[in-house]
């Protein structure tokens, strides 16, 4: 059917930059809300529109060039995803995280030949997809793993090996929550 609506957002958002010689700190609100938010369905695999949803939070990015060669990275985010009307207003939009953030270091290891990259990420955990009730029987859980990436530049030829989740930790990003489907 051509049921399915354009979604549609009214956003603002603030932000601040502020650098002190090799340090760099931004950070910024938002808040956003959307009318007919596209979310595919994992119970009929058909994209379906959201009740009124607002998404609201703050982001912050912190670079330190400690040197030429040595640079530190962080970022922070908190984001609260609600819906905002229909049955199930007042309660968070599954597969959303409501804190990410990461940390890293990056260091030159030979001019921009040979760069080495070193990078903390984490998600907080989430109601899994079709749990719009947050009744929160079992969650996609909070995780932290690190990655790691050899790299560098010579002339225009770009080149890297990366290793992503270098511990090998288990865990997941996606998943549905079927007792409560209805067919």
């Known amino acids: 059917?051509?049921?399915?609506?354009?979604?549609?957002?009214?956003?603002?958002?603030?932000?601040?930059?502020?650098?002190?010689?090799?340090?760099?700190?931004?950070?910024?609100?938002?808040?956003?809300?959307?009318e007919n938010e596209l979310h595919l369905s994992p119970v009929t695999f058909a994209n379906t529109n959201f009740d009124p949803t607002r998404r609201s939070g703050v982001e912050t990015l912190m670079t330190w060039g400690v040197t030429?060669?040595?640079?530190?990275?962080?970022?922070?985010?908190?984001?609260?995803?609600?819906?905002?009307?229909?049955?199930?207003?007042?309660n968070f939009v599954p597969v959303v995280s409501r804190w990410t953030g990461n940390a890293g270091v990056s260091m030159d290891l030979w001019e921009k030949y040979l760069t080495l990259d070193a990078v903390m990420r984490y998600a907080s955990d989430r109601y899994l997809d079709n749990d719009e009730f947050n009744r929160g029987t079992m969650m996609i859980p909070s995780h932290a793993v690190l990655d790691v990436r050899l790299g560098g530049t010579i002339d225009k030829f770009i080149w890297s090996f990366a290793v992503q989740n270098l511990f090998d930790r288990k865990y997941f990003d996606y998943g549905l929550d079927a007792s409560y489907t209805f067919f």
């Open 1 to 34: 059917t051509f049921a399915l609506k354009t979604q549609t957002s009214d956003d603002i958002e603030g932000g601040i930059k502020l650098r002190f010689g090799r340090f760099l700190l931004q950070s910024s609100v938002y808040r956003m809300n959307l």
């Open 68 to 90: 030429d060669w040595l640079r530190l990275k962080a970022n922070l985010t908190y984001q609260q995803a609600l819906f905002r009307e229909g049955p199930f207003a007042g």
